[in-house]
């Protein structure tokens, strides 16, 4: 798997990283977690299909399971791409609000 696979489903997937980025979840803190800091509803549904994408990209992995929850952590690579694409988002953020400020005076 390559990055531009996993950037097909980016959203997702980079919100799904950034909330593992502080500690360990499994899908159904994961969901909420994200509801919390992004506003975003993923669905009722555990977002396994993306966490099996991020763990096939050696992005996260899957911890033993704790009674029925498999929980997920992010792994040193994941961190690294995550960093990547939170730097890259926010430069992108920041000249297009620069762009914008200058449209509107």
């Given at each position: 798997m390559t990055s531009?696979?996993?950037?097909?489903?980016?959203?997702r997937s980079i919100l799904i990283l950034t909330s593992l980025a502080d500690w360990p979840k499994h899908g159904y803190a994961l969901i909420k977690d994200i509801e919390g800091f992004a506003g975003v509803k993923l669905g009722a549904c555990p977002p396994y299909s993306a966490l099996a994408k991020l763990?096939?990209?050696?992005?996260?992995e899957a911890l033993p399971p704790e009674?029925?929850?498999r929980p997920y952590r992010i792994t040193a690579t994941g961190r690294e791409y995550l960093y990547l694409r939170l730097t890259e988002s926010a430069r992108i953020a920041e000249v297009g609000l620069r762009r914008i400020a200058v449209a509107l005076s």
């Open positions: 531009d696979s996993i950037r097909g489903s980016s959203d763990e096939q990209a050696g992005l996260v009674e029925r929850r």
